[in-house]
């Protein structure tokens, strides 16, 4: 490429426009710093010392025949169809029927905190379908669906298959607890 050339005229011009220059000393820029704002602490979730959280509530009430069905935020939709053909084997179960309400939710939170400490991730809790209620709603089948979902260590729960219960019973999806994790982390 050429070079172009100014005239006498054209430098002036320039000068004029720019103004007074003032040489540089050094080509560093150094930028003031402020001090960096204070991290705010993620929040952590709320550990109950109750196992039951009261502020979930189910308006729906389950016929004798409506099968139940309920899956954590975060989990795939998958795990109730593989809970349904037995995918996670059973470790244990509670028959409640007969029970009154208050018996069964003792039994119940009893059952399902012996289950977490032992371990358990999937068991079989039955509640009969409701043939001897009033109105033909069943009792311990529409308790149990508010109960479970208020669980804090029920990640997800369905009817069970016909041939362990159907409508009489479900298949409940524990978490593990966090001592089985702490072992999973030191064997790798």
């Known amino acids: 490429m050429r070079k172009k050339s100014l005239t006498q005229e054209d430098r002036d011009l320039f000068r004029h426009t720019v103004g007074k220059v003032i040489s540089v000393a050094t080509d560093k820029l150094h930028l003031k710093t402020s001090p960096k704002p204070k991290p705010i602490p993620a929040k952590r979730s709320v550990e109950h010392t109750q196992a039951l959280d009261e502020s979930i509530s189910v308006t729906e009430q389950l016929s004798l025949e409506d099968s139940m069905g309920f899956l954590s935020p975060g989990l ?18 509670i028959d409640l029927h007969g029970l009154s309400s208050h018996e069964a939710k003792k039994q119940l939170l009893r059952f399902l905190h012996s289950c977490v400490e032992e ?18 709603l069943p009792i311990l089948k529409n308790s149990l669906n508010v109960w479970l979902r208020q669980h804090r260590d029920v990640q997800a729960f369905c009817s069970a298959p ?11 999806l524990l978490r593990l607890t966090d001592k089985y994790d702490e072992q999973n982390d030191a064997e790798r």
């Open 76 to 93: 795939q939709k998958n795990v109730l169809r593989k809970m349904r053909k037995g995918h996670y084997g059973l470790d244990a179960e």
């Open 119 to 136: 371990g358990y991730r999937c068991v079989c809790i039955v509640h009969g379908k409701g043939y001897r209620s009033p109105d033909n």
């Open 162 to 172: 016909q041939r362990e219960g159907g409508t009489g019973a479900v298949f409940v």
